[in-house]
């Protein structure tokens, strides 16, 4: 045999010894004794792997009664992560419902004892709000109770879903519109807003009278300017357009304040609807009407678009010579130049107009020129009152104030609290007896003679009372006294977020006994 060749039979003959390959898989354990044969050590090698084997056994053992441990734990954690899923969805439910007992007991009492200057607590009230209203978790009304229509009211022709507003002060600077609105009123009133950026008085400027749930504040109409308001409005237009499918551009925030979103081009909720509240400059001089009037119509400019109700502010006590503005013929004609600037607004429906007065100013003559001022100028109707000059006496009758608030007593400013409430609802009555007498006098021949008119073939003028309502008692008197929305400040920021459901649901009760 060739030497060439031997490699070849060499690998024949193993071919031949070995196990054909359907063999190996049935029968793997043929192999061994043959290995073993021609390996005598794999034997041994084996013997010496037995407790390595024995080894192996045990650790099985082990893990086995480790896996209902371990099956235990994981139990636990599933318990644990549900229970804490199911405690943070209650959590939510609650602390998001203007129900919630704990924005009037808990929350109010703790921001007050956190935040000693009322401003600062004001400030965090609202940057929280925005916060929380950004992400979904503010409070807000659960379940509708304006859907039974039994507190709806028709304003400026709307079928408005209730008869409760929030006055200016409370978002001085449009920053939180929609979560106001989300607690239950049909009228928000944010504001007021200045031509220029103006800082208002020195600070302190808040105080606080607890036993009297009362404030006393000189802010002085502190304000970022209607230019800044005009953009914080025009941009929440904006989203709600993107939002509403409209597209992001100029032409869907024309369709949005032009109605096609059927919703009103101010609050942009079904039912409800937005005030914006103007004033003028501190600095601008007192005695000069028409820089006066150029004022209020730069406001008006800025922001009517985004506004379902103009509020002329003539009666902020803190603002040196602008109650003055009150008298029949400097306020017909600032009332006419804003009502010509709201007629002027590029949108098809136009931002109605109203103003607000003192209720310091409550002399007939006084209540008689501004009514005249009203009729002439075209004004759609009056906000009556406002914050007050004078100290009332405290509650109840004979209640003797701690000397610190006897102290704060003393500060100047406008008082604000439940004391306000039997004045303001008088100044209702009496300026619904005034103007439903309809204008004082018109032109009615061709000789110039002055005739009266019937007051029955013009539009109703609409008062919105404001002044010490604190519940759902208050607001129905307001409301039989001739308003026809009542209006809050201090009661919100004592009783909570809760405060306008809470009123609803006793102003209910309250049409229900009658």
């Avoid at 006419?336 to 310091?360: I, W």
Wanted: glycine content about 10%; hydrophobic content about 40%; proline content about 7%.
């Amino acid at each position: 045999m060739s030497s060439s060749a031997a490699p070849i039979a060499w690998r024949a003959n193993l071919r031949a010894r070995a196990l054909p390959a359907s063999q190996w898989s049935r029968r793997p354990s043929a192999l061994l004794p043959k290995r073993a044969e021609r390996c005598p050590g794999a034997v041994r090698y084996a013997s010496e792997s037995a407790p390595a084997q024995s080894a192996a056994a045990e650790t099985v053992k082990e893990a086995s009664k480790e896996i209902p441990k371990k099956a235990g734990r994981g139990s636990r954690k599933a318990l644990y992560g549900t229970s804490l899923a199911v405690v943070l969805l209650v959590g939510y439910i609650y602390g998001t419902d203007t129900r919630a007992s704990i924005h009037q007991y808990a929350v109010v009492p703790l921001i007050r004892l956190l935040y000693p200057d009322a401003e600062d607590a004001h400030h965090v009230g609202v940057d929280n709000l925005k916060l929380l209203y950004r992400y979904g978790l503010h409070p807000r009304e659960r379940g509708n109770p304006d859907s039974d229509g039994a507190l709806a009211t028709e304003v400026f022709g709307y079928t408005l879903s209730n008869p409760i507003g929030i006055s200016a002060g409370l978002d001085k600077h449009a920053d939180i519109p929609d979560a106001l609105l989300d607690i239950g009123p049909a009228v928000v009133e944010v504001g007021g807003t200045t031509p220029l950026p103006q800082e208002g008085n020195p600070k302190p400027r808040v105080f606080r009278l607890p036993s009297q749930h009362a404030m006393i504040n000189r802010y002085g109409l502190n304000s970022k300017g209607a230019d800044h308001m005009a953009a914080v409005l025009k941009q929440r237009v904006r989203d709600f357009a993107y939002a509403a499918g409209f597209g992001d551009h100029d032409f869907a925030e024309q369709r949005v304040l032009d109605g096609e979103a059927n919703v009103p081009p101010g609050s942009l909720v079904p039912g409800k609807l937005l005030a914006v509240q103007v004033a003028k400059n501190k600095l601008t001089p007192d005695g000069d009407i028409e820089a006066i009037k150029r004022d209020y119509v730069y406001c008006v400019d800025r922001v009517a678009r985004y506004a379902d109700i103009l509020v002329v502010n003539v009666s902020s006590p803190n603002t040196p010579g602008l109650r003055d503005l009150q008298a029949a013929a400097p306020l017909t004609a600032i009332l006419t130049a804003v009502v010509g600037a709201a007629q002027n607004v590029d949108r098809k429906t136009k931002p109605y107009v109203m103003v607000k007065v003192s209720p310091d100013e409550d002399s007939n003559e006084q209540i008689s020129g501004i009514c005249e001022a009203v009729w002439n100028s075209g004004v759609d109707g009056v906000i009556v009152g406002n914050t007050t000059n004078r100290r009332p006496e405290p509650l109840p009758k004979g209640f003797v104030l701690p000397a610190k608030e006897q102290q704060t007593l003393k500060e100047t400013g406008g008082y604000s609290g439940p004391q306000l409430f039997d004045r303001s609802v008088a100044l209702v009555g009496r300026y619904r007896a005034m103007l439903d007498q309809g204008p004082p006098s018109q032109t009615g021949s061709a000789e110039g003679e002055n005739a009266p008119v019937d007051a029955a073939s013009l539009p109703r003028k609409v008062i919105f009372a404001s002044g010490g309502i604190t519940n759902g008692r208050e607001a129905q008197k307001a409301l039989e006294a001739g308003a026809s929305v009542a209006m809050m400040y201090t009661g919100l920021v004592y009783g909570g977020v809760g405060t306008v459901t809470r009123v609803k649901q006793e102003l209910r009760e309250e049409l229900q006994r009658k």
